[in-house]
């Protein structure tokens, strides 16, 4: 009687198939878990954009504008002042030396600069040799107790200066000779605005301190500064270049703007 044939299953795969199956799955795995993660990717970096898009935007229409120019010569030939771009002039457009000088007027280094060299500056203003491009900085804002003093202090400076140009070198003296110790609340606007009367400003203009109509010019002034290379305060500059010398010491900035004047 014949045998029936048994019946035959697929032949099982070896070690090798079974490497190369497993394999080519974890490959497919992988291209798939690329192609979420650049997905993602992708969804990010166009959420980003579209944020950044939409900030820049938002900080330039929102964003108030510069000062503009105000004063010329004054009339009863005092030194003319007018307001630039992120500088407070003061002197004689055509003086042939441009100091510039970079303050914060809550840095006791600039009050010791000023100390030493204000009064030169203001003669050498008064007789036309220099013209004296004063940068309000506010970066030590943190360094008065919450109560912006340097920003009170530029704002009111800015304002002065758009009113009453003849009294801005004035009221920069007077705030240095009543400089506030870092670290404390610094002047009041009641203060501030006092010092400003006392040298001659309205008081209708010094009541306007507490308004602080241009701390947004300060502060893009001083961004605008750190943006073109200064790195602190005083920073003094004659005709464009970097004084290197002693600056709290009376004598040797004069020697340098006398120098300049007469090379």
Not at 235 to 255: C, H, K, M, R
Request: aromatic fraction near 6%.
């Amino acid at each position: 009687m014949p045998r029936k044939n048994r019946p035959t299953s697929p032949a099982t795969p070896n070690r090798e198939e079974i490497r190369a199956a497993a394999a080519a799955a974890a490959a497919a795995q992988a291209a798939k878990e690329r192609r979420s993660r650049k997905l993602i990717t992708l969804g990010v970096v166009s959420a980003a954009i579209a944020t950044l898009v939409f900030t820049v935007s938002f900080i330039l229409s929102s964003a108030p504008d510069r000062a503009t120019p105000s004063a010329g010569p004054t009339a009863d030939g005092t030194p003319d002042v007018t307001t630039d771009t992120w500088t407070l002039q003061v002197g004689q457009e055509n003086a042939p030396v441009r100091v510039d000088v970079y303050q914060d007027y809550m840095c006791p280094y600039c009050g010791r600069f000023d100390a030493a060299n204000g009064q030169d500056l203001e003669r050498l203003i008064e007789e036309g040799t220099v013209r004296v491009e004063i940068h309000p900085m506010s970066f030590l804002d943190d360094a008065s107790n919450g109560s912006r003093y340097s920003t009170r202090a530029a704002n009111a400076v800015v304002t002065i200066a758009q009113a009453d140009p003849a009294r801005v070198w004035a009221f920069n003296e007077a705030l240095y000779r009543n400089q506030p110790t870092e670290g404390t609340s610094g002047l009041s606007d009641a203060d501030l605005a006092e010092l400003a009367v006392e040298v001659g400003v309205d008081q209708t203009v010094a009541d306007t301190f507490s308004q602080l109509t241009n701390a947004d010019w300060v502060a893009q002034g001083t961004q605008a500064d750190f943006d073109s290379g200064i790195q602190g305060t005083p920073t003094v500059l004659i005709n464009g270049q970097v004084f290197e010398g002693d600056l709290y010491s009376t004598g040797p900035l004069t020697a340098a703007i006398t120098a300049a004047a007469n090379g």
